[in-house]
């Protein structure tokens, strides 16, 4: 009985001596492991710090989301205001100089091409306008005040002429429709001074002085503020033209207008004794007697009255 408890007591001692080495042999490996297991997350914390870049595309949405701040919304950009753009001006046109001046004087009076100026020539007013022999040129004026009786022609483009020379105008219409089949139509009758300072100023700054000086009246000394001059066509053609005088109608005007009291007023081969150029159309009523007179003679109305220009080579 005194050995057991003896070999009991030698069995406990050798269990509490083996436990206790093998406790100093754990305490090291647990050090290690542990220090092993500090290392490990240092290094996986190291390793997830460094690899954004190598983050599929959903985690790194994820990961940029979570880790940057919403940015702040930018205020609303005021709206620049764009200019009106200002109309390019167009420029002032410089006028052009309606004529070279290039005319003689004779006697005071500008001359170009062998036509006078008018507005260079001191015209003598004429006593009786309503003398239908009267002479009208650019050395004769009618008064500013001078308005004729005037009637609507017949045949035209709404134009008035002294009721003398609407008369004759319907008698030599008729006749010459009967001889030749062409109806004459009257293009220009009367003109008022403001119509014809119209025309002449225009045909300067369009022409030049010379065209208009040599084609046009000055206002006031024109046959057509007169009431007796006629601008003649056929309704066929409805215009002036310096082919009238050849065809079939102008023709038979020509040779029979005298008989009615109308002359061809700006005849060929006579510009330096009426101051402007042949002008078949146009046709002034003088009378019978008159007409037939100047139509037998071949005389101008300037040459009846003995009243022909002084040309500058003439002086």
């Known amino acids: 009985m005194k050995r057991l408890r003896w070999i009991i007591g030698i069995l406990l001692l050798v269990t509490v001596s083996t436990i206790a080495v093998f406790g100093l042999m754990q305490r090291p490996a647990a050090s290690a492991m542990a220090a092993q297991k500090t290392d490990t997350e240092s290094t996986r914390t190291d390793t997830t710090a460094s690899s954004d870049d190598s983050l599929s595309p959903s985690a790194a949405g994820v990961?940029?989301?979570a880790n940057t701040a919403s940015p702040a919304p930018s205020s609303t950009p005021v709206p620049t205001t764009v200019p009106t753009p200002t109309a390019t001006p167009t420029p002032t046109p410089v006028p052009k100089e309606s004529a070279v001046m290039t005319g003689t004087q004779n006697g005071g009076i500008d001359w170009y091409g062998g036509y006078a100026d008018p507005r260079t020539i001191s015209p003598e007013i004429i006593a009786d306008p309503e003398d239908v022999t009267v002479l009208v040129n650019k050395y004769f004026?009618?008064?500013?005040?001078?308005?004729?009786?005037?009637?609507?022609?017949?045949?035209?483009?709404?134009?008035?002429?002294?009721?003398?020379?609407?008369?004759?105008?319907?008698?030599?219409?008729?006749?010459?429709?009967?001889?030749?089949?062409?109806?004459?139509?009257?293009?220009?009758?009367?003109?008022?001074l403001e119509e014809q300072a119209a025309l002449f100023s225009t045909s300067i700054s369009k022409q030049g002085v010379e065209h208009a000086i040599s084609?046009?009246?000055?206002?006031?000394?024109?046959?057509?503020?007169?009431?007796?001059?006629?601008?003649?066509?056929?309704?066929?053609?409805?215009?002036i033209s310096?082919?009238?005088?050849?065809?079939?109608?102008?023709?038979?005007?020509?040779?029979?207008?005298?008989?009615?009291?109308?002359?061809?007023?700006?005849?060929?081969?006579?510009?330096?004794?009426?101051?402007?150029?042949?002008?078949?159309?146009?046709?002034?009523?003088?009378?019978?007697?008159?007409?037939?007179?100047?139509?037998?003679?071949?005389?101008?109305?300037?040459?009846?009255?003995?009243?022909?220009?002084?040309?500058?080579?003439?002086?």
């Not at 002294?162 to 009758?189: F, I, K, N, Q, V």
Request: hydrophobic share 30%; glycine share 8%; proline share 5%.
């Open 63 to 65: 990961a940029a989301s």
């Open 141 to 192: 004026t009618l008064p500013d005040d001078y308005v004729p009786e005037l009637v609507l022609a017949d045949s035209s483009k709404n134009q008035s002429i002294r009721p003398e020379a609407d008369d004759a105008w319907d008698l030599m219409r008729a006749a010459c429709e009967t001889d030749t089949g062409y109806t004459l139509y009257l293009c220009s009758g009367y003109r008022t």
């Open 215 to 239: 084609r046009n009246a000055y206002p006031g000394r024109s046959e057509h503020n007169l009431g007796l001059a006629l601008d003649i066509s056929t309704t066929a053609v409805g215009s």
């Open 242 to 315: 310096y082919s009238f005088g050849d065809t079939k109608a102008g023709m038979w005007v020509s040779t029979h207008a005298y008989q009615y009291g109308f002359i061809l007023r700006y005849p060929q081969d006579k510009s330096d004794i009426t101051g402007y150029v042949y002008e078949p159309w146009h046709y002034r009523y003088v009378g019978i007697d008159l007409a037939a007179t100047l139509y037998a003679s071949g005389q101008t109305l300037e040459e009846y009255y003995g009243k022909m220009q002084v040309l500058p080579d003439e002086g």
